[in-house]
């Protein structure tokens, strides 16, 4: 297993500010290598035998960075993104969002020898905050006969942070499996189409405190000009099963709210003005039970084009297909993968661009569709499914348990993510 993660010399509240603090160090499997002084000499070590061939489990948890993944003049075999078949694809390179994972057969068919196997962040934003150092973290593959006094061969990483076209041929490539284990067809028939615009926003900046965002204001994110707002005494899911109302909106749109040049957004209209503020809202949309869901989720310019890792909780979905600027459905719908598209649970939005999801709403209960960065949680980069019970008790929604904590958090204070606070049990 190959861990990619990140490091804070800091209290770990410091990460919930607005932006989030860069982080001090990447790491690979707990260890940042030769390209900081202080550790050197600590580097993860993969020991292989040369002419054998090893499955890598390769997890990116680093909070809030996409990673580039590289070893040096080596080729790996993709099989699986997200736990899921993928037709055989070789790369020389990867590319991983936050909490995504891609298993990988590496054959050690290169002279014995030491070779770096390296991560290297990928930033496809503008600079709303200063960029970390364009650094590249090491660990090593090392053959058995290597001597310690072999200087192991270098990664030939993406030569620019912000290798957009790098991250989108490896991401755009993948395929499924097709008569593979757990694979299923593509639903052509489609019972709920939603087009909704994501990106940053801006709201007013808290009195008594200074904001980063342009014009003195503080960051904000948006799904079809909607904030959402995390609830405050009970979860999502208990007010959905108790039928508790005032708790959310069963609201969330299919369209955004206002038509626009979303990838090239300039202010013209007051409408266009109001975009930039989205409104804070606890909103979330129902699906009944097994129907057929196509998102196509649009970046935005407004404040920034950026690769968001768009996340969904309690699903797989089909990726359909991926695009640069605005998505237009006479274009671009015929050009969709309905034969083999990729299955994943998390897909980085390509900056400025747009991706086109489908997915069954099997699984009864509230469901989060968010941005998996966690520094983007605090922004309300978050909508909510709801998804109704089936026909029979297997698939309906089960009652809470009796011991389950009760939310006594202020809902304008940002919680761990990983807690599920305010959304479900």
């Given at each position: 297993?190959?861990?990619?993660?990140?490091w804070?010399?800091?209290?770990?509240?410091?990460?919930?500010?607005?932006?989030a603090?860069?982080?001090?160090?990447?790491?690979?499997?707990?260890?940042?290598?030769?390209?900081?002084?202080?550790s050197?000499?600590?580097?993860?070590?993969l020991?292989?035998?040369?002419?054998?061939?090893?499955?890598?489990?390769?997890?990116?948890?680093?909070?809030?960075?996409?990673?580039?993944?590289?070893?040096?003049?080596?080729?790996?075999?993709?099989?699986?993104?997200?736990?899921?078949?993928?037709?055989?694809?070789?790369?020389?390179?990867?590319?991983?969002?936050?909490?995504?994972?891609?298993?990988?057969?590496?054959?050690?068919?290169?002279?014995?020898?030491?070779?770096?196997?390296?991560?290297?962040?990928?930033?496809?934003?503008?600079?709303?905050?200063?960029?970390?150092?364009?650094?590249?973290?090491?660990?090593?593959?090392?053959?058995?006969?290597?001597?310690?006094?072999?200087?192991?061969?270098?990664?030939l990483?993406?030569?620019?942070?912000?290798?957009?076209?790098?991250?989108?041929?490896?991401?755009?490539?993948?395929?499924?499996?097709?008569?593979?284990?757990?694979?299923?067809?593509?639903?052509?028939?489609?019972?709920?189409?939603?087009?909704v615009?994501?990106g940053?926003?801006?709201?007013?900046?808290?009195?008594?405190?200074?904001?980063?965002?342009?014009?003195?204001?503080?960051?904000?994110?948006?799904?079809?000009?909607?904030?959402?707002?995390?609830?405050?005494?009970?979860?999502?899911?208990?007010?959905?099963?108790?039928?508790?109302s005032?708790?959310?909106?069963?609201?969330?749109?299919?369209?955004?709210?206002?038509?626009?040049?979303?990838a090239?957004?300039?202010?013209?209209?007051?409408?266009?003005?109001?975009?930039?503020?989205?409104?804070?809202?606890t909103?979330?949309?129902?699906?009944?039970?097994?129907?057929?869901?196509?998102?196509?989720?649009?970046?935005?310019?407004?404040?920034?084009?950026?690769?968001?890792?768009?996340?969904?909780?309690?699903?797989?979905?089909?990726?359909?297909?991926?695009?640069?600027?605005?998505?237009?459905?006479?274009?671009?719908?015929?050009?969709l993968?309905?034969?083999?598209?990729?299955?994943?649970?998390?897909v980085?939005?390509?900056?400025?661009?747009?991706?086109?999801l489908?997915?069954?709403?099997?699984?009864?209960?509230?469901?989060?569709?968010?941005?998996?960065?966690?520094a983007?949680?605090?922004?309300?980069?978050?909508?909510?499914?709801?998804?109704?019970?089936?026909?029979?008790?297997?698939?309906?929604?089960?009652?809470?348990?009796?011991?389950?904590?009760?939310?006594?958090?202020?809902?304008?204070?940002?919680e761990?993510?990983?807690?599920?606070?305010?959304l479900?049990?």
């Open positions: 297993m190959i861990m990619q993660g990140q804070w010399d800091t209290d770990i509240e410091q990460l919930n500010l607005r932006p603090p860069i982080c001090d160090a990447y790491l690979i499997n707990g260890l940042a290598g030769d390209s900081y002084p202080c050197e000499n600590r580097m993860f070590k020991k292989v035998i040369q002419g054998k061939t090893y499955l890598l489990r390769i997890i990116n948890a680093a909070l809030n960075t996409h990673l580039f993944f590289k070893i040096a003049d080596h080729n790996v075999t993709v099989v699986s993104v997200d736990a899921a078949y993928t037709t055989p694809y070789g790369s020389d390179v990867m590319i991983l969002t936050p909490g995504q994972t891609v298993d990988a057969l590496l054959t050690a068919d290169q002279p014995i020898g030491m070779y770096y196997m390296s991560i290297i962040p990928y930033l496809s934003a503008s600079s709303l905050a200063p960029a970390p150092p364009r650094k590249v973290i090491n660990s090593l593959i090392v053959y058995k006969g290597a001597t310690s006094t072999t200087s192991p061969s270098r990664s990483m993406p030569s620019q942070i912000n290798s957009v076209s790098t991250a989108h041929r490896f991401s755009s490539n993948i395929t499924s499996l097709v008569g593979g284990p757990y694979w299923t067809p593509v639903p052509l028939h489609v019972d709920e189409k939603m087009f615009t994501m940053l926003g801006l709201e007013q900046c808290p009195s008594e405190t200074k904001c980063a965002g342009p014009s003195g204001q503080r960051i904000t994110g948006s799904l079809s000009n909607r904030t959402f707002l995390m609830p405050g005494t009970i979860s999502l899911q208990e007010a959905y099963f108790y039928n508790i005032g708790v959310y909106t069963d609201d969330f749109p299919d369209q955004p709210p206002t038509k626009f040049d979303y090239n957004f300039r202010v013209h209209t007051d409408s266009e003005k109001k975009m930039i503020f989205p409104e804070r809202k909103s979330v949309k129902t699906l009944k039970y097994n129907s057929t869901v196509e998102i196509v989720v649009q970046n935005t310019g407004i404040i920034t084009t950026e690769s968001h890792p768009m996340h969904l909780h309690g699903f797989n979905f089909y990726v359909l297909g991926y695009g640069f600027g605005n998505y237009v459905p006479a274009r671009d719908a015929k050009k993968n309905l034969v083999n598209p990729q299955m994943h649970n998390t980085g939005v390509p900056p400025g661009g747009w991706v086109a489908r997915f069954i709403a099997n699984n009864p209960g509230a469901w989060i569709f968010h941005c998996h960065m966690d983007h949680l605090p922004y309300g980069i978050i909508m909510a499914f709801i998804v109704e019970n089936g026909p029979t008790p297997e698939t309906s929604l089960q009652p809470p348990p009796s011991n389950l904590p009760q939310c006594t958090h202020d809902p304008t204070i940002y761990s993510p990983t807690t599920n606070v305010g479900s049990y």
